[in-house]
């Protein structure tokens, strides 16, 4: 495995000594890439010297690559079969995979069912319309338009997910409908951030806080100083998006969990002065309206990325009775308004 240095450009990765140190002698290192899933990844954590804090960063950043390749939709690889061949052979064949699309196709199916079908990994006829519109409005805004209706309605007949054959004993993937295409964004990133921390937990990394793309996933807390039994939270700002100077609108102190939040101030173009951003709601085909963003924590990154989309595309009532029902599930919607409103135990992890 090739090893990488301090500053690596090959593999896009900066490695930086942070000052201080806890009372237990670990050090607090941060490592930052800029090309997985096509977005900013950073680690932060402590350990006992630079060179085991690399190693970490090194697995860390060969783990999510992997599942990066496999799980792309735009772009082919040598010797790799990804989403973006099953989707290549929609109506003609099985493909064989690797299990970390099978294992992520039926974690997706299982979410679809527990999302009230608001998260649906089978809509990606539509939502690759909305990213060629959206791509052409930001390229030329003068000429910015929406999809036609009528087009986005013949594309939402493809959207089955029962369609997504699963074949486990023989690891295969096929698309009975030659004008299906997957589209794993809502769950991807979360998902394969869940993994990588179960990995990096059982090698007995304990103090690690990774962002992928702003999917937030904390591997313990901070180590615990000299007259402290427990590990102290780590401190999570959540982005203010009417602030322009990008401050945070609240604080977390998290341990353990999963922090992401699903807004519509990230991806957007601009129709007739108006704002169309790329959370699609599966009912109107449209970009859902209730929200400026939802924010998801709970232990698992798969389930914290797939929910703040999911709840993005309900109204606020068909979203708290969802949130409500679930185990150790916590959600602030941010309202049109600026104002906030959040479950119980949401609030219990502000900080003043």
């Not at 702003?214 to 807390?221: L, V």
């Not at 709840?311 to 679930?326: H, P, T, V």
């Not at 959600?331 to 219990?348: I, K, N, P, R, S």
């Amino acid at each position: 495995m090739k090893r990488f240095s301090l500053i690596c450009l090959c593999l896009a990765l900066v490695l930086l000594l942070m000052p201080g140190c806890s009372s237990s002698g670990l050090k607090r290192y941060s490592a930052e890439f800029v090309e997985l899933f096509d977005t900013f990844t950073q680690i932060i954590g402590y350990a006992n010297s630079k060179a085991e804090f690399t190693a970490h960063a090194e697995e860390i950043y060969n783990q999510l690559k992997a599942f990066h390749q496999l799980y792309d939709i735009y772009n082919n690889y040598n010797d790799i079969n990804n989403l973006k061949t099953i989707n290549d052979n929609a109506g003609i064949m099985p493909v064989k995979v690797d299990a970390k699309i099978i294992d992520l196709l039926l974690y997706a199916k299982e979410i679809y069912t527990l999302t009230n079908e608001k998260c649906n990994i089978a809509m990606g006829s539509v939502l690759s319309i909305w990213h060629d519109y959206r791509t052409d409005g930001i390229n030329d805004p003068e000429n910015a338009k929406l999809p036609p209706t009528s087009e986005l309605i013949d594309a939402s007949a493809h959207t089955d997910i029962d369609k997504i054959i699963i074949d486990t004993e023989n690891s295969t993937v096929y698309l009975d409908d030659p004008f299906m295409r997957i589209d794993v964004g809502a769950v991807a990133k979360g998902y394969a951030t869940e993994i990588v921390a179960l990995a990096m937990t059982e090698k007995g990394v304990d103090h690690m806080l990774l962002s992928v793309g702003g999917n937030i996933r904390a591997i313990g807390g901070k180590p615990p100083e000299a007259d402290q039994d427990e590990s102290p939270p780590w401190k999570v700002g959540i982005r203010d998006p009417f602030d322009d100077n990008k401050g945070n609108i609240v604080s977390l102190k998290i341990n353990n969990k999963s922090v992401v939040t699903s807004g519509d101030y990230e991806r957007y173009y601009i129709v007739d002065g108006e704002k169309q951003h790329h959370i699609i709601d599966p009912n109107t085909l449209m970009p859902a309206p209730f929200f400026t963003s939802v924010t998801i924590v709970c232990p698992h990154s798969g389930l914290a990325d797939s929910l703040s989309t999911a709840i993005f595309c309900m109204d606020y009532e068909e979203g708290r009775a969802l949130i409500e029902s679930l185990e150790d599930v916590e959600a602030m919607w941010l309202m049109h308004d600026q104002t906030m409103v959040y479950t119980d135990g949401f609030e219990d992890m502000i900080l003043p």
